[in-house]
């Protein structure tokens, strides 16, 4: 008797919890009560990447080389230089360097980025085959490099700046002339120069296999079976033979500037020719540099672009590149392209002001006082009028150095037209960045915009279902159930 009585208990106690099972199962689940989030709410644009994908800012990486180099600056200006005003020159020299480093360390990000597009984007395609036209066309509109390293070199530029540095090189490892009267000027200067146009020669080659590299896929792209793929292939012929004969007439001029702008400091046509071909070819190679950079426009252009732009749909590749810029080794490009600029820059104003305190050192060297003690030999007392007009018939400064320093002066325009150029390379690097990035902040913040729309509107249905799904179970729940009952069993007495 006991053990049906513990039967039916654990009987009943089974069909309680099974029944108590049945009610848990039938219930649907509720919406969070935070729920998604607001559609009204704010959204910033640090939060719609990862903080280390965000170009916009510098990274501690960056500060530390930053911190390092300018320690190392100090520790040498302490313990290697005499404090003379030809300490800025080595010290220009050495921000050049750091600059030379940056590009080169960007141009090898570059590569691997745009070979590692190119066949991300070689394996999508298969994927979804398109048209050659369509595929060139998009891959002409958006250059692969730029937009994607926000900047590049191409070989010629880089070979312009390579031959400068070294006829600078050779000038100065020959004759002293022109080196910094300070104590650096021995052997620091020329260490750093040296070390800068080894790192030229190895971005010259850097640049020259990722430039093959892009026109071997551009050639497997695009294709020449329609018209318009012959146009475009015409079109890229004539700008590559434009900007080839652009370096070739830069360099032309250049040599031209060194032959009549020379000086006579190192009394040696060789020596004064290199290194005034030197400055000038250095200041030209900026021409073609400049004209290769994208987006190169006036504001009034770069707005009609845009509404062009506006109005015109993406191709699937383009947006492919658009979305790709903000990976890991893109990003990291960006940020040492804009440390070349940055570098270049304070090199490029340090040059400038070290020539513009020193530039009568290019005046004729002549010792006034000689000259006069000689005519006055020669001829006895003359009147100072007859030395004076003596001495500016012989091409000697008679009042003011500067009024006849045309050399001087055409050097130091040359200083000031390469602070210029990396101003204006900098410019339009922020311009340009600032933009795509806020359009590209901008187009996903109203992508999350919808997402949260889409969402609030799902879980309005799913909370409209799970109410009516919870008033049936209500329903349920007030009809009565059949109770299970125990059997009375009496005792044995």
Not at 261 to 270: A, Q, R, T, V
Request: hydrophobic fraction near 40%; aromatic fraction near 10%.
């Amino acid at each position: 008797m006991e053990k049906a009585t513990a039967a039916s208990e654990v009987k009943g106690g089974e069909v309680r919890k099974s029944d108590y099972s049945q009610n848990r199962k039938s219930r649907s689940p509720r919406p969070s009560p935070q729920g998604p989030s607001s559609p009204n709410k704010p959204c910033k644009a640090t939060d719609l990447l990862p903080a280390d994908e965000v170009p916009s800012g510098w990274t501690a990486g960056e500060s530390s080389v930053w911190l390092a180099f300018l320690c190392s600056c100090l520790v040498g200006y302490l313990c290697l230089s005499d404090g003379e005003i030809s300490a800025l020159l080595t010290l220009s020299a050495a921000f050049y360097t750091l600059s030379i480093f940056f590009l080169v360390s960007n141009a090898r990000v570059c590569s691997i980025t745009t070979q590692a597009f190119c066949k991300w984007h070689s394996a999508s395609g298969a994927a979804q085959p398109q048209s050659a036209s369509s595929s060139s066309e998009s891959l002409q509109l958006f250059s692969i490099s730029h937009l994607l390293c926000g900047g590049c070199m191409r070989p010629g530029s880089a070979g312009l700046f390579a031959i400068a540095l070294l006829a600078r090189v050779a000038c100065n490892l020959r004759r002293p002339a022109y080196l910094p009267n300070d104590r650096t000027g021995d052997w620091l200067y020329q260490t750093l120069e040296v070390l800068s146009a080894l790192l030229l020669l190895l971005l010259v080659g850097v640049v020259s296999a990722n430039s093959r590299f892009c026109r071997d896929f551009a050639k497997q792209t695009k294709g020449a079976t329609s018209q318009a793929d012959g146009n475009d292939q015409t079109e890229g012929k004539l700008a590559e033979t434009t900007f080839i004969s652009g370096c070739h007439f830069a360099l032309v001029t250049a040599v031209a500037c060194g032959l009549v702008l020379k000086h006579d400091m190192n009394e040696s046509f060789f020596d004064d020719f290199a290194w005034a071909f030197a400055l000038y070819a250095e200041t030209l190679a900026f021409i073609p540099f400049i004209s290769h950079q994208p987006f190169v426009i006036s504001e009034q252009k770069a707005g009609a672009c845009a509404k062009k732009e506006q109005t015109s749909s993406l191709t699937p590749e383009g947006k492919q590149l658009v979305d790709y810029r903000y990976r890991k080794n893109p990003v990291l490009a960006r940020r040492l392209w804009r440390q070349f600029l940055f570098a270049l820059v304070i090199s490029r104003a340090i040059q400038m002001v070290f020539w513009a305190v020193t530039f009568e050192e290019f005046a004729r060297e002549m010792d006034m006082d000689a000259v006069s003690e000689r005519l006055t030999e020669q001829s006895g007392d003359l009147s100072q009028e007859f030395k004076n007009n003596t001495l500016d018939r012989q091409g000697v400064p008679g009042s003011s150095a500067a009024t006849l320093n045309i050399r001087g002066w055409c050097s130091l325009v040359a200083t000031v037209a390469q602070l210029c150029f990396s101003l204006y390379l900098m410019k339009v690097y922020c311009f340009t960045q600032g933009q795509l990035e806020r359009e590209y902040f901008d187009n996903r913040k109203n992508t999350s915009e919808r997402k949260d729309k889409t969402e609030t509107s799902s879980c309005a249905a799913i909370g409209t279902s799970a109410s009516s799904t919870a008033d049936a179970a209500g329903e349920d729940e007030v009809k009565p159930r059949s109770l299970v009952r125990k059997r009375f069993v009496p005792s044995p007495k």
